[in-house]
T-cell receptor, first 114, second 119 residues
């Protein structure tokens, strides 16, 4: 069984569209994250949820809205997609969200905006 | 605030040679340090982590890293690499983010080092 799964794996869409990426973890963790990896492979955290509550919200455009329906799921909805949103988006999870807790990453979703 | 600098963007080596991937960090709090590996078209996998205790940390696949507080470094080493070690390696430091009076961990990653092992 996959520990952290994301759907879809690839997403190609036009500028201006709205799209969602889904993430699920079956590790029993209570903290989940979204990261963006740009074309230069630089990884940066976007959001983090602990027990469905938002705990980290980096400087991300309002067009990005995370939603956590329960501890095992963290979805990312993006409105009015722009060319600069093209990237690989990684979901991750950890236990307790503490500094010393290993984060487990999903396989990534490659988003291409045309 | 914390930051991570990986000093080499690419490291080519021959199979069975030793390798060192360099990482320097800065942090205003005590540090927890991690090395992750990303194989092509895959997610990140933890190689090893330093939380406290012995400064020499051993991880999976024969990798090890040494925490050096005076030099603010956490270099990754392997005495003999295999073709299968070809991947991108990320150093990360865990800092703190506060929400509702509670502190939570936040990973800050370096720029990554591409290790290419040649036959």
């Amino acid at each position: 069984d996959t520990a952290v799964s994301q759907t879809p794996k690839y997403l190609v869409t036009q500028m201006g569209n709205d799209k969602s990426i889904k993430c699920e973890q079956n590790l029993g963790h209570d903290t989940m994250y979204w990261y963006k990896q740009d074309s230069k492979k630089f990884l940066k955290i976007m959001f983090s949820y602990n027990n469905k509550e938002l705990i980290i919200n980096e400087t991300v455009p309002n067009r990005f809205s995370p939603k956590s329906p329960d501890k095992a799921h963290l979805n990312l909805h993006i409105n009015s997609l722009e060319l600069g949103d093209s990237a690989v988006y990684f979901c991750a999870s950890s236990l307790f969200g503490g500094r010393n807790n290993e984060q487990f990453f999903g396989p990534g979703t490659r988003l291409t905006v045309l | 605030a914390q930051s991570v600098t990986q000093l080499d963007s690419q490291v080519p080596v021959f199979e069975e040679a030793p390798v060192e991937l360099r990482c320097n960090y800065s942090s205003s709090v005590s540090v927890y340090l991690f090395w992750y590996v990303q194989y092509p078209n895959q997610g990140l996998q933890l190689l090893l982590k330093y939380l406290s205790g012995s400064t020499l940390v051993k991880g999976i696949n024969g990798f090890e890293a040494e925490f050096n507080k005076s030099q603010t470094s956490f270099h990754l080493r392997k005495p003999s690499v295999h073709i299968s070690d070809t991947a991108e390696y990320f150093c990360a430091v865990s800092g703190l983010s506060n929400a509702g009076g509670t502190s939570y961990g936040k990973l800050t990653f370096g720029q990554g080092t591409i290790l290419t092992v040649h036959p």
